[in-house]
């Protein structure tokens, strides 16, 4: 998007390296619910919008449940 360059945005994108399920992926799976996807994109592009105009750092703070999904998810790739 016009604007972004040499303002960080990629530093700014929170990133994932999800499971390897090589060998253990569901052959011919659906897609991704219309809705979702629309929804999705709807959500993110409106994020990405408002933390290119923030001046300064942005902390993401969790609230106590998003907190607690957090460490059940390390707990279980943990095990």
């Not at 897609?31 to 592009?45: M, Q």
């Not at 609230?63 to 390390?74: G, P, S, Y």
């Amino acid at each position: 998007m016009p604007g972004f360059a040499g303002r960080g945005l990629l530093a700014r994108i929170l990133y994932s390296l999800p499971e390897n399920t090589v060998g253990r992926r569901r052959v011919g799976a659906p897609a991704v619910p219309a809705l979702v996807d629309r929804t999705y994109t709807s959500h993110l592009a409106r994020l990405v919008v408002t933390l290119a105009h923030q001046p300064e750092l942005l902390r993401l703070r969790l609230n106590e449940e998003a907190n607690h999904r957090v460490l059940d998810l390390e707990r279980t790739l943990e095990l």
